[in-house]
């Protein structure tokens, strides 16, 4: 997974409770981004990263806030979990906004 | 209005044939084309990229670009079982000033034995 991962692995959480998902690369690219994926949806952009601190929203970022303290972590919170937020998430990592893109091993969250 | 199409699946071929994957794209401008193979619950894989009109071939892959139709293609001569999977199609978009990569939402793969 090019030096990705993504932790938890799985999660189940409650309705109101808020929720982070971490992701860290140790390859030094300097975008990384949120999907989350779900069927009949594919591929859904929530959040992006062009550096420490830089972040900017994609399609689907309603409900989702992110962070870059470092350049190996990319963190996703819900800050209250709703159930339309079940899904699988992925971190990725590129060296341009619209170059290759490397995933990680995702995230199965389930919002009870 | 969708930026990355996919034809409509599941695809089924038998173990030998080839298997033929389509993506269509509405951005002329779009410059890079990228495939990625995503096995059942596990992470999509970078497996072809074409920048230029033609074909690039890799192995048994085969990608095809032609800028004119806005379509790309992926071909998989002597399909294995191990070869079922889903298949993203994935081009740059531009909107505005930007170009993100946008991913089509995927064509499912069998390869019958």
């Known amino acids: 997974d090019a030096g990705i991962t993504q932790s938890p692995r799985h999660k189940v959480t409650e309705t109101g409770t808020p929720v982070t998902l971490r992701c860290h690369q140790t390859?030094?690219?300097?975008?990384m981004y949120w999907y989350r994926q779900d069927p009949g949806h594919g591929l859904r952009l929530i959040h992006y990263s062009y550096g420490v601190k830089d972040t900017d929203k994609g399609e689907v970022s309603d409900g989702y806030s992110v962070s870059r303290s470092k350049t190996e972590d990319f963190l996703l919170t819900l800050e209250s979990a709703t159930s339309s937020q079940t899904s699988v998430y992925f971190c990725a990592i590129g060296t341009s906004l619209d170059y290759e893109q490397y995933f990680g091993p995702g995230t199965r969250l389930t919002v009870t | 209005q969708k930026e990355v199409e996919q034809n409509s699946g599941p695809l089924s071929v038998p173990e030998g044939a080839i298997a033929s994957l389509n993506c269509t794209y509405s951005?002329?401008?779009?410059?890079?084309f990228f495939w990625y193979r995503q096995y059942s619950g596990k992470s999509p894989e970078l497996i072809m990229f074409?920048?230029?009109?033609g074909d690039k071939e890799d192995g048994r892959f085969t990608a095809q670009l032609n800028k004119a139709s806005q379509y790309v293609s992926l071909l998989i001569r002597d399909s294995q079982p191990s070869d079922s999977a889903t298949y993203l199609c994935?081009?740059?978009?531009?909107?505005?000033?930007?170009?993100?990569?946008?991913f089509g939402k995927g064509i499912t793969l069998s390869v019958r034995p």
């Open positions: 951005d002329r401008g779009s410059q890079s």
């Open positions: 994935a081009v740059n978009i531009y909107t505005g000033a930007n170009s993100k990569l946008t």
């Open positions: 074409i920048y230029s009109n």
């Open positions: 390859e030094n690219h300097r975008y």
